[in-house]
Structure formats: C-alpha cells, structure tokens
C-alpha cells in the first residue's frame, strides 16, 4: 500500500510560481510511475504530468508544455511539480498519484492517490 501525501500549494498571483511536493510512504516507488493530476470546480479530474521511473522521460498536458516540470528522488520518496508562469486557468486541487510500470495519462492508470493540494492563481 502506497501513501501519499501531498504539499506546497497556495495562493498566489498570475505569473508566479510555486513548487508542489509529494511525499510517497509503503510500497515501492521506484518500481511505480509517477503523476500529477488536476481538477477544477465543476470539471473532470486532467493529467497534468508523468515521469517514467527511473524520471528520465517526462509527459506534459498541453497547457503546461513549457511551464510545468515534474521531477522525482526515489532515495527520498519524493515527486516535485515545479510550476512557473502561472495562470489563473491553473487553479485546481493538485493531485499525485502512483502508477504502474508505464506511463498513462487516464486515471485508471493509477492506483494510489493523495489527498489533493489547492492551487489558487489570481488575475
């Protein structure tokens, strides 16, 4: 059983940036691919991020290409989310999430969630 728990988000202005952290516990990280989902008021739950589990290929949703980037340290159970430039179109609770041994970017793909990090950007 993987547990994870998230943090490092906040309210913040349009074009700031803020640094999301994910603290995994139980099972084995390494061997799991890792993500960071998204979801606003009244929408689906999106991908945002993945990266494979060695963390040398990464995956970007659209909208964050060039903006976002996730990283991990298997040594320290930690998956980060650094996020630049930020818009108010990015508000959302920030979820992580442990996959499989590949990457996918439905949420069936994953097995353990957090418990979610509210991101607020304001205009």
């Known amino acids: 059983q993987v547990h994870l728990v998230e943090s490092g988000g906040g309210l913040v202005q349009a074009g700031d940036s803020l640094r999301l952290s994910c603290l995994a516990s139980g099972g084995t990280l390494s061997s799991r691919v890792m993500g960071w989902f998204r979801q606003a008021p009244g929408k689906e739950r999106e991908f945002v991020a993945a990266i494979t589990t060695t963390g040398t290929v990464t995956y970007y949703a659209d909208p964050v290409k060039g903006r976002f980037r996730i990283s991990r340290d298997n040594a320290k159970s930690t998956v980060l989310l650094q996020m630049n430039s930020l818009k108010p179109e990015d508000t959302a609770v920030y979820y992580c999430?442990?996959?499989?041994?590949?990457?996918?970017?439905?949420?069936?793909?994953?097995?353990?969630w957090g418990q979610g990090t509210q991101v607020t950007v304001s205009s």
């Open positions: 999430a442990a996959g499989r041994t590949t990457v996918g970017r439905s949420t069936d793909w994953y097995d353990y």
